[in-house]
C-alpha cells in the first residue's frame, strides 16, 4: 500500500502540466482557442501566470495516495487470489483484466471528487481561488451529488482502461522481463506502451467525463447526454480531442508510477522475498539429477552378481584425545568393498584398522 500510494502521487504530480493542457484542450465551451499541446500551455502560461499549469495540485496529491494504495494492494491480492485458485497459466489474460476491474472500482470511489475539484481550477477563467473555495463552493450550490456526477462516466472509462492497461503491462513484463525480477527498463517501457494503448482507446470516454466535470449547470447528468452533447457541439471529431496530450500525459505517467511502484516493492523486501522463493522453489516438471550423477560416477555396480563395488577412497585419519586418549584410530575404504548382504542398509562398508 506505501508503494503504491507513493507511486500514484509522483505519477500525477509530475505530469500534472500536461494534464492541465488537456484539460483545456478537451473545453467545448466556444471561447475556447483551439491550438497545439504546446501553444495551449504557452498560452496558459503567458496570460494567465507561471503557476497556472499546476494549479488544483493539491488534490490530486490528497486523492492519489489513498485511492492508488488501495488500487494497487487490491489489484495484487485479487490476483494472488485468482493465480492460486487457477491452476493453469491460460487465464492469466483475463485474471489480470478482472483484478483492474475491481482495483478500479476502490480507486475511482476517491479520485471521482479529486477529480471534479482538479478539473474546475483547471478550466479557462475558473472562478475558485482555491481548493477549499472549490470544495466548500460545489458543495453549497451544487450539493455532494456534483462531487460524483461523473462517477457511473468514470467507471465506464476507467474499468476497460484498467483492464487494458494491466493486460498490455504484464504482456509486455513477458516480453521485457522473463526472468521476472526487479528491472526498471522493463517496467518503464511496458508501463508506458500499456498507458499509451488504454489511453488511445479511451479517450471518447474522458472527454465525456470532462464535460460531466466542468459544466457549471447540471445540464448533463449522465453518461448518455453526454455523448449526445459532444456530439451536438462539436460532431464526431470532438471526441478525439486532447487525444495526442492524454497520450503524452499517459505514457510518462504510468511509466513513473509502475516504475516508483516496482522500485519501493524491491525497497522494502517484497520483490527481492519473491525472486528468493522462486530460485529456491523447485520446478515440478523437471527433475536436478546433479547430484546423482555426482554420488553415482563413484558406484560401479556389476550387474552379473548384483554387487555393489565402490571406488576406494582414503578418509581422513580421525584421533581422540579427551576420554578416549589411549585409542587411536583410522578409518578407510578398501578395494574389498562388495557387500551384498547389507547393501540395502548401509552405504559405505567401513574397515576398522
Given at each position: 500500500?506505501?508503494?503504491?500510494?507513493i507511486a500514484g502521487v509522483m505519477e500525477h504530480c509530475v505530469m500534472y502540466p500536461l494534464d492541465s493542457v488537456k484539460t483545456r484542450m478537451q473545453s467545448l465551451a466556444p471561447t475556447a482557442i483551439r491550438e497545439g499541446i504546446s501553444g495551449t500551455f504557452f498560452r496558459m502560461v503567458r496570460t494567465e501566470g507561471l503557476l497556472r499549469p499546476v494549479r488544483g495540485m493539491s488534490a490530486m496529491v490528497v486523492g492519489a495516495g489513498p485511492s492508488h494504495a488501495l488500487y494497487f494492494s487490491s489489484y495484487e491480492y485479487?490476483?494472488?487470489?485468482?493465480?492460486?485458485?487457477?491452476?493453469?497459466?491460460?487465464?492469466?489474460?483475463?485474471?489480470?483484466?478482472?483484478?483492474g476491474c475491481i482495483a478500479t472500482l476502490l480507486h475511482d470511489a476517491i479520485m471521482t471528487p479529486a477529480e471534479v475539484v482538479k478539473q474546475r481550477l483547471q478550466m479557462l477563467n475558473s472562478p475558485y481561488k482555491s481548493v477549499m473555495h472549490c470544495i466548500l463552493r460545489v458543495y453549497k450550490t451544487e450539493g455532494m451529488a456534483a462531487f460524483f456526477r461523473s462517477y457511473t462516466t468514470q467507471l465506464t472509462m476507467n474499468v476497460p482502461f484498467q483492464s487494458i492497461h494491466f493486460m498490455v503491462y504484464e504482456f509486455m513484463q513477458k516480453v521485457t522481463n522473463k526472468e521476472g525480477i526487479y528491472n526498471p527498463t522493463a517496467h518503464m517501457f511496458s508501463g508506458a506502451v500499456a498507458g499509451a494503448f488504454a489511453a488511445a482507446v479511451t479517450t471518447p470516454l474522458d472527454v465525456c467525463k470532462t464535460l460531466l466535470n466542468t459544466q457549471q449547470v447540471g445540464a448533463t447528468s449522465?453518461?448518455?447526454?453526454?455523448?449526445?452533447?459532444?456530439?451536438?457541439?462539436?460532431?464526431s471529431k470532438a471526441y478525439f480531442r486532447g487525444m495526442q496530450a492524454r497520450i503524452m500525459y499517459q505514457m510518462p505517467s504510468t511509466a513513473i508510477c509502475w516504475s516508483t511502484y516496482e522500485f519501493f516493492k524491491y525497497l522494502m523486501g517484497v520483490t527481492r522475498l519473491e525472486d528468493s522463493v522462486r530460485r529456491t522453489m523447485p520446478v515440478l516438471a523437471e527433475s536436478d539429477t546433479s547430484?546423482?550423477?555426482?554420488?553415482?560416477?563413484?558406484?560401479?555396480?556389476?550387474s552379473n552378481n548384483d554387487k555393489i563395488a565402490l571406488k576406494p577412497r582414503e578418509l581422513p585419519a580421525m584421533s581422540s584425545t579427551g576420554l578416549y586418549s589411549s585409542l587411536t584410530f583410522n578409518t578407510m575404504h578398501t578395494q574389498d568393498s562388495s557387500f551384498t548382504r547389507r547393501k540395502d542398509s548401509v552405504i559405505l562398508d567401513i574397515t576398522h584398522t
Open positions: 500500500m506505501t508503494a503504491g500510494a485479487v490476483k494472488d487470489s485468482l493465480k492460486r485458485n487457477i491452476a493453469t497459466t491460460k487465464y492469466h489474460v483475463a485474471i489480470h483484466g478482472v483484478s449522465g453518461l448518455l447526454q453526454a455523448i449526445k452533447t459532444v456530439y451536438r457541439l462539436g460532431g547430484k546423482y550423477d555426482q554420488i553415482t560416477n563413484n558406484i560401479n555396480i556389476n
